[in-house]
Structure formats: structure tokens, C-alpha cells
């Protein structure tokens, strides 16, 4: 890159080259970001009817675009973010899987890890309704062991219900909340004997999922049930929403305080939970 960005080179055979310019067209609109904004560590590939431009700027971290081509260069239309915080989800790569999955993985740099850490693999989509589908990799479920379940229950407004049986910090969580009109839901991880933990909820009002103190934009659909996806690994914590929307955080926490907890304020909450301990990659383990 160069001058004000990226720039495009075109080739029929991989070894005679033709520069084209910037990448950005003169033409790209107002998708709230600036078009000098860096472009770096950036994959580019076709996802639904649309091209992605998958990249970090230094300042802001993992990001991407969504747009086509015009005049052989990139004309972006959309874009969003994939980091909150810091470095915390930086530097993507990703893949084409034999079968047609578009999969990417990002280095983390959170806080209180030894190192960087790679993010669990995410598999990217794009239905027609032109919204970016962000899921776990579904290999992922072959580390599964020792199902619980939990529910349907009840959560008053205002309570905390832990949950029975369920515990740890090397689980995969799946928590399904009806539609409700509370203010703001969800659940607790690495909980101690007084139920305080790491908070994973929604705030309908705001639009946002927190997790601890960052707050990725997400909003449901009128009549439409939470699925929230929740991976721990040890004080790792990667969370998938409704397919919609994906964050991780670090969560420093004493090896005992392993409880998971639902909570619910300005309404009840009706919910089931499916929970399965986790086995290590590393089969000799």
C-alpha cells in the first residue's frame, strides 16, 4: 500500500501485472468511515451476491466492507465492526473450505492472557437479506461431551437463578430466552458462591449485547427468541448472537468461581439452556 491506501493490480497470468489505482472507488458513499481510514491485513472475496473487503485499521481493529466492483475498483456500501476493544480481535485471516464455507479466525490480544490467543473459527455468510451471518465453526461441536440441560424455567424480574448441574470454564453454552419486554437479560459466567460474575445480556432499549464493559451493537426482531451461543475457555469468553452478531473478552476469575447464572430486570424471563463440557483440540490430552 501506498499514498492513501491499498492499492489494486490486476493480472491474466500471475506474472505480468497492470496497477489500477486505489482500491476504494471515488464513488464510495457515507457508510460511517472514513475512506483514508488504514486498510490493513485485508482479505477480499466473493460472500452472497456482494464482495467483502475483511481487514483491521490499527486504530480500530477488525472490520470489514461490504460492496462490488465498479470501473475495476472496490465501491464499498456497508461497513461494521468485528472488534470492540483495544486489540482484542485484530489481524483475520480466513479460508474457503472444500465444501464452500467462507471461514475466518482472528488474533487476540486480551487482557490478563499469557499471549495472543486465535479466536474460535467463525464461518461467514450472506443470505439475500444482506445481512452478515457470523456462526461458530460447526467442527466445533465435535468437542462436545457430557450434555445437561436446563429449563424451561422461569426468571422473575429482578432474580438470579443458578443454574443446577451446570457449571465450569471450558463449556459450550446454548441459551434460548423467549421474547420478553424486560429492560435488560441474559446470563452469568464464572460465577462465585454470591452469583457475581461475568455478565453476557441485552439491552433491547440501547440495541447493544454488553459483555463487561463493552457493548457490541445487536438488536432483535419484533417476536423473535435470544439464541445466544457462549464459549468458555478458562477466562476466554466468545459469544454468538442470533447469528447476527459475535465478541469476545477476557474475564480474570478464581479457578472455584465456575456457576452459570440467568438474571432478569423490568420483567421475567422464560428460557432453556443446553450446556456441554468442552474436550481440548489436542487429542493427546
Excluded at 40 to 47: A, G, R, T
Excluded at 153 to 172: F, P, Q, R
Excluded at 198 to 222: E, H, N, Q, S
Aim: include cysteine; glycine fraction near 8%; aromatic fraction near 8%.
Amino acid at each position: 500500500s501506498g499514498g492513501k491506501g491499498p492499492h489494486l493490480l490486476k493480472s491474466a497470468d500471475l506474472k505480468n501485472w497492470t496497477h489500477l489505482g486505489l482500491v476504494l472507488h471515488d464513488d464510495m458513499p457515507d457508510i460511517g468511515i472514513s475512506r483514508d481510514e488504514d486498510i490493513s491485513c485485508s482479505n477480499m472475496f466473493p460472500i452472497g451476491d456482494r464482495w467483502m473487503l475483511l481487514c483491521i485499521s490499527h486504530r480500530l481493529g477488525c472490520r470489514y466492507y461490504l460492496g462490488d466492483f465498479k470501473d475495476e475498483k472496490y465501491l464499498p456500501t456497508f461497513h461494521a465492526m468485528m472488534n470492540w476493544n483495544k486489540w482484542d480481535f485484530f489481524a483475520p485471516e480466513s479460508l474457503l473450505t472444500p465444501d464452500g464455507r467462507r471461514v475466518m479466525w482472528a488474533w487476540c490480544k486480551l487482557p490478563n492472557a499469557q499471549s495472543a490467543i486465535q479466536s474460535l473459527p467463525r464461518e461467514l455468510s450472506l443470505p439475500e437479506d444482506g445481512v452478515l451471518r457470523i456462526n461458530p465453526l460447526r467442527e466445533l461441536e465435535k468437542l462436545r461431551h457430557d450434555e445437561q440441560r436446563s429449563g424451561p424455567v422461569t426468571v422473575k424480574s429482578g432474580e438470579t437463578h443458578t443454574l443446577d448441574g451446570i457449571a465450569g470454564d471450558t463449556l459450550e453454552l446454548r441459551v434460548t430466552i423467549k421474547p420478553t419486554d424486560a429492560r435488560e437479560f441474559g446470563i452469568k459466567v464464572f460465577c462465585d458462591n454470591d452469583g457475581n460474575g461475568f455478565p453476557i445480556a441485552i439491552v433491547p432499549a440501547d440495541k447493544v449485547l454488553t459483555m463487561g464493559t463493552i457493548k457490541p451493537p445487536f438488536a432483535l426482531k419484533d417476536g423473535e427468541d435470544l439464541d445466544l451461543r457462549v464459549f468458555l475457555d478458562k477466562g476466554m469468553v466468545e459469544v454468538f448472537v442470533n447469528g447476527r452478531q459475535a465478541a469476545v473478552a477476557m474475564h480474570a476469575h478464581a479457578r472455584e468461581a465456575a456457576g452459570i447464572s440467568l438474571f432478569s430486570t423490568g420483567g421475567d424471563i422464560e428460557t432453556s439452556v443446553k450446556a456441554w463440557k468442552m474436550n481440548s483440540i489436542y487429542t493427546n490430552e
